[in-house]
Protein backbone atom coordinates (compact mmCIF):
# COMPACT_ATOMS: atom_id res chain seq x y z
CA UNK A 1 0.00 0.00 0.00
CA UNK A 2 1.91 3.32 -0.96
CA UNK A 3 1.69 6.38 1.01
CA UNK A 4 -1.36 8.55 1.47
CA UNK A 5 -0.35 11.97 0.25
CA UNK A 6 -1.12 15.31 1.59
CA UNK A 7 -3.76 17.35 0.11
CA UNK A 8 -1.63 20.19 -1.16
CA UNK A 9 -4.05 23.42 -1.86
CA UNK A 10 -5.00 21.82 1.68
CA UNK A 11 -1.62 22.21 3.13
CA UNK A 12 -1.33 25.66 2.08
CA UNK A 13 -5.11 27.02 3.60
CA UNK A 14 -4.83 25.32 6.84
CA UNK A 15 -2.73 24.86 10.24
CA UNK A 16 -3.66 22.79 12.92
CA UNK A 17 -3.43 24.63 16.42
CA UNK A 18 -2.01 22.83 19.28
CA UNK A 19 -5.08 21.98 20.90
CA UNK A 20 -6.08 20.32 17.35
CA UNK A 21 -8.42 22.52 15.72
CA UNK A 22 -8.30 23.81 12.44
CA UNK A 23 -7.08 27.45 11.56
CA UNK A 24 -7.77 28.74 8.83
CA UNK A 25 -7.59 32.78 6.99
CA UNK A 26 -10.71 34.36 6.27
CA UNK A 27 -11.47 35.31 2.62
CA UNK A 28 -12.86 38.26 0.20
CA UNK A 29 -9.64 40.24 0.74
CA UNK A 30 -8.25 39.73 -2.41
CA UNK A 31 -9.67 42.50 -4.66
CA UNK A 32 -13.13 44.64 -5.14
CA UNK A 33 -12.84 46.38 -2.10
CA UNK A 34 -13.83 50.00 -2.85
CA UNK A 35 -17.08 48.96 -2.02
CA UNK A 36 -16.45 47.20 1.98
CA UNK A 37 -16.22 50.06 4.15
CA UNK A 38 -12.93 50.41 6.54
CA UNK A 39 -14.56 48.22 9.67
CA UNK A 40 -15.76 45.26 7.04
CA UNK A 41 -11.85 45.36 5.53
CA UNK A 42 -10.51 45.48 8.81
CA UNK A 43 -13.01 42.60 10.47
CA UNK A 44 -11.83 40.18 7.68
CA UNK A 45 -7.80 40.72 8.83
CA UNK A 46 -6.36 37.45 10.56
CA UNK A 47 -7.50 34.20 10.83
CA UNK A 48 -10.32 32.18 12.19
CA UNK A 49 -11.22 28.74 13.10
CA UNK A 50 -12.86 26.50 10.90
CA UNK A 51 -16.59 24.95 11.93
CA UNK A 52 -16.38 21.97 14.17
CA UNK A 53 -18.58 19.74 11.72
CA UNK A 54 -15.70 20.78 9.07
CA UNK A 55 -12.94 19.66 10.99
CA UNK A 56 -12.94 15.79 10.25
CA UNK A 57 -12.91 16.71 6.44
CA UNK A 58 -9.75 19.37 6.89
CA UNK A 59 -8.14 16.39 8.90
CA UNK A 60 -8.16 13.75 6.33
CA UNK A 61 -7.28 15.88 3.40
CA UNK A 62 -3.90 16.76 6.07
CA UNK A 63 -3.60 13.03 6.76
CA UNK A 64 -3.98 13.82 10.30
Do not use: Y
Not at 31 to 50: D, F, M
Not at 54 to 59: G, Q, S, V, Y
Amino acid sequence: MPKMKTHSSAKKRFKITGSGKVKRFQAGKRHLLRKRSKKAKLNLTGSTLVATSDTPRILRLLCK
